[in-house]
């Protein structure tokens, strides 16, 4: 598809330098030349104007274009759901709600991977630093990515694995993270619906989506979904949601409808992006959600223009939890964030030949 881009960029450059020279013929052959040729032909300095290389009638051109090649290089990732994409803190075995992400998570992160500020505030990326982010600007993706008091999300060892995977360094990945913690998937949906859900939910619930995200999380993913778009090209979809309501009601239809109004809000074809699920903690012991979760891929039949399928469940086996029992330890969130990455390594990046060989796990 790159190829065939710039070969139309070229055939395009090559009519306009074209009409530019004959324009320049028909002007110069109708009247008299700055050198007085009585005939109105033209002179031989003239006659060497014409024959100058390319790229010299058409220098105002080579900005657009590169601006359009870095476009189609930076991949970006729509993330969504509650808790356990939000990423929680610990304090020993205790949930804690201010920014305790141990430095370790937050150094090494490759300016090559980023993220859009859902929500604006002071985040702390370093022991002795904060930084200012504005919602709809790019940063370099330093946990925490969610909002400033949240933790390590999968969302974080999805894009390091994505970008410490694909073999041409010219791509650069993107993430944009709405999560409200406790939300059942009502909560995402498109509309007024979501307003009414969160009106009946708890305060604290309530706050998060209505202070972070005006009410309306699907809207806000939208609406950064489509500023990204100007700078970057929409290429999957990653949830992690299901701990609250997967086990009753038509919760996989749900899940599908919302895959499909995102791409048709934002001027997608329908099935052309992956689109990946996790499993909640201890799926073998949260069975009726994870049995609902793995049945996903039941309803999201349809395949991508490559031939995958376009809905795949994450495995959330042997990700550990940080003393709940329901939400994932640092260490759980990057094994899960990592599977997140591979999987999507091997839907988007194919043949083989552009994945890197990783022996280690990015930092």
């Not at 304090?91 to 305790?100: A, K, W």
């Not at 490559?306 to 795949?312: I, L, R, T, Y």
């Not at 469940?313 to 969130?333: A, M, P, W």
Request: with cysteine; aromatic share 10%.
């Amino acid at each position: 598809m790159r190829a065939v881009k710039n070969v139309i960029r070229k055939t395009a450059v090559f009519f306009a330098t074209g009409i530019l020279s004959v324009g320049s013929i028909m002007f110069n052959g109708c009247s008299h030349s700055q050198y007085e040729n009585p005939t109105g032909g033209l002179s031989e300095m003239e006659h060497s104007e014409l024959f100058k290389p390319l790229y010299e009638e058409i220098p105002i051109m080579l900005e657009p274009l590169a601006a359009l090649d870095e476009k189609d290089n930076f991949h970006v990732y729509l993330c969504f759901g509650q808790s356990n994409m939000e990423g929680q803190n610990w304090n020993g075995t205790t949930l804690t709600f201010s920014d305790v992400i141990p430095q370790q998570y937050k150094t090494g992160v490759d300016p090559r991977f980023r993220v859009m500020a859902a929500v604006s505030g002071s985040y702390r990326i370093s022991s002795t630093q904060n930084e200012q982010r504005v919602q709809g600007q790019w940063y370099t993706a330093v946990p925490p990515l969610v909002r400033n008091n949240t933790g390590i999300s999968p969302a974080d060892y999805f894009g390091r694995t994505l970008v410490a995977g694909i073999a041409d360094t010219s791509i650069k990945i993107g993430v944009i993270v709405v999560a409200v913690a406790g939300a059942a998937i009502e909560g995402f949906e498109k509309g007024s619906g979501a307003n009414t859900y969160f009106n009946g939910q708890p305060d604290w619930m309530r706050q998060i989506a209505v202070s972070s995200y005006g009410g309306n999380p699907y809207q806000r993913l939208v609406d950064l979904a489509k500023e990204a778009q100007k700078t970057g090209v929409i290429k999957g979809i990653i949830m992690h949601q299901g701990e609250s309501g997967a086990a009753s009601g038509n919760w996989a239809q749900k899940v599908r409808g919302i895959y499909n109004n995102l791409l048709n809000d934002l001027g997608l074809e329908q099935n052309s992006i992956p689109f990946l699920a996790g499993q909640p903690y201890g799926a073998d012991r949260n069975i009726n959600n994870a049995s609902t979760i793995n049945g996903l891929t039941n309803t999201m039949t349809a395949a991508l223009p490559n031939g995958d399928n376009v809905a795949h469940v994450i495995s959330s086996n042997g990700c550990g939890h940080g003393g709940d029992n329901l939400h994932f330890s640092y260490e759980g969130y990057k094994t899960l964030g990592e599977r997140y990455g591979q999987k999507m390594l091997e839907l988007n990046y194919k043949p083989a030949t552009s994945i890197k060989q990783v022996t280690s796990r990015p930092n």
